[in-house]
Every structure is written in structure tokens, then in C-alpha cells.
T-cell receptor
Framework: DADVTQTPRNRITKTGKRIMLECSQT?????MYWYRQDPGLGLRLIYY???????NKGEISDGYSVSRQAQAKFSLSLESAIPNQTALYFC????????????????FGEGSRLTVL | AQKVTQAQTEISVVEKEDVTLDCVYE???????LFWYKQPPSGELVFLIR??????QNEISGRYSWNFQKSTSSFNFTITASQVVDSAVYFC?????????????FGGGTRVLVKP
């Protein structure tokens, strides 16, 4: 089983609908992130959380909200989806700053492809 | 604000050719980390390397090598003797070390197509 699991993997929805993307991890990491990938733009940070009671906006948080239900779970919501939110969404985790014995890398889920018609 | 630029959007090579991917970054921090990730056609993101700002030694891992030059704010990636399995999108990313934690800022990616 994957260490970082995203559901659903694919979703097609209509403008104005509420959508939730869920992420769960078994790595025991405190830090979780939601990124959005668009062609030519790389990945852009939507929200991040350094622990259960910590939520922070990223570069492109407008139109999104998140919930950190537990250390292992971090969900992303689109309250009223619009077509320009069509993208590939990635959840990621990390343990801490890079340091002795740690690479500081992000561990990514397999992505959730969202299409808003 | 930090920024990562990958000027090459797509590179096409024939198998066994070498290919170099450019990455230029901007940051005001003196301590930071640079990463490369690979995204094969299957879509997952695969970590390749992390380099901290105090370590300018080049690194080689098999057919992969990285050239970090602080003077030019570049962290270039070379694939030697490319293979079809190297076909993927490659992302360079930057993380500021202190208050920002390890949020990554990504470049736009370079798509590498290796033809047999």
C-alpha cells in the first residue's frame, strides 16, 4: 500500500459543486501539504499544515479550504468548483526540516485528477 | 520571494545521448535546499536529490549528475547516456530552510523525451 493515499484518483464534476479530496498517510509525518499541478507551471502550494492544529495558506489558497482531521489525514475542499480549478492535485508529507539523516524531501501521493466542467 | 526557473520546457534526444536540464533559482536566504524530482508518464513524483546551500560539491549517482553553482544560482542536472526510461518531466525545487519549513517552490518542469 502507498504511504500517502489520495482519494479519489479521478473526478469529473460540474461548476458550482462542492468537492473534497482526501489524503491519508502512514509515514507518521507531522507536516502535510496540498499542491496543484498545471502544465508549464509546475506544482504550486495551496495549503500546508505542520501539525493537527496548524493550518497555513500557500501561494494559491483562494477558492480552497482544508481540514486536518488527524495527524494522518488532510483534506482539501473546493466549496464551489470552477473550470479553472481543473488540475492535478497532489498531497505530500514530510517529517521535518532537512537535517542529520533526513533529506527533507516531500513524499507525494499519486495525485487526484480533477476536471470541472 | 523565492523563484525557480526551468527555461527548457521540452528536450528531445536519441537514446544514449547526454541531456542537461537547467535550473536557476532566486532566494534571499543564505540557507536553503534544492531538490530534483522526476515525474514519469505514470504521474507519480519521484525524489532524486537534495542539496543544501552550503555544499557545492557536485554529485553523481549512476547516470545522473548534478552541478550546483552558487555564484550563478544554478543547480543543473545531467543524464548521461540517456535511456527511454528516462522519459519524464523533471522538476527542480527550492526550499528555504528556517521559518518556511520545507515547503517547496517548484520550477515549471522540463519534459524529456528519449527516443529509441
Amino acid at each position: 500500500d502507498a504511504d500517502v493515499t489520495q482519494t479519489p484518483r479521478n473526478r469529473i464534476t460540474k461548476t458550482g459543486k462542492r468537492i473534497m479530496l482526501e489524503c491519508s498517510q502512514t509515514k507518521g509525518h507531522d507536516r502535510m501539504y496540498w499542491y496543484r499541478q498545471d502544465p508549464g507551471l509546475g506544482l504550486r502550494l495551496i495549503y500546508y499544515s505542520f501539525d493537527v492544529k496548524d493550518i497555513n495558506k500557500g501561494e494559491i489558497s483562494d477558492g480552497y479550504s482544508v481540514s486536518r482531521q488527524a495527524q494522518a489525514k488532510f483534506s482539501l475542499s473546493l466549496e464551489s468548483a470552477i473550470p479553472n480549478q481543473t488540475a492535478l492535485y497532489f498531497c505530500a508529507t514530510s517529517d521535518h526540516l532537512p537535517g542529520r539523516g533526513r533529506t527533507g524531501e516531500l513524499f507525494f501521493g499519486e495525485g487526484s485528477r480533477l476536471t470541472v466542467l | 520571494a523565492q523563484k525557480v526557473t526551468q527555461a527548457q520546457t521540452e528536450i528531445s534526444v536519441v537514446e544514449k545521448e547526454d541531456v542537461t536540464l537547467d535550473c536557476v533559482y532566486e532566494t534571499r536566504d543564505t540557507t536553503y535546499y534544492l531538490f530534483w524530482y522526476k515525474q514519469p508518464p505514470s504521474g507519480e513524483l519521484v525524489f532524486l536529490i537534495r542539496r543544501n546551500s552550503f555544499d557545492e560539491q557536485n554529485e553523481i549517482s549512476g547516470r545522473y549528475s548534478w552541478n550546483f553553482q552558487k555564484s550563478t544560482s544554478s543547480f543543473n542536472f545531467t543524464i548521461t547516456a540517456s535511456q527511454v526510461v528516462d522519459s519524464a518531466v523533471y522538476f527542480c525545487a527550492l526550499s528555504e530552510a528556517v521559518a518556511a519549513g520545507n515547503k517547496l517552490t517548484f520550477g515549471g518542469g522540463t519534459r524529456v523525451l528519449v527516443k529509441p
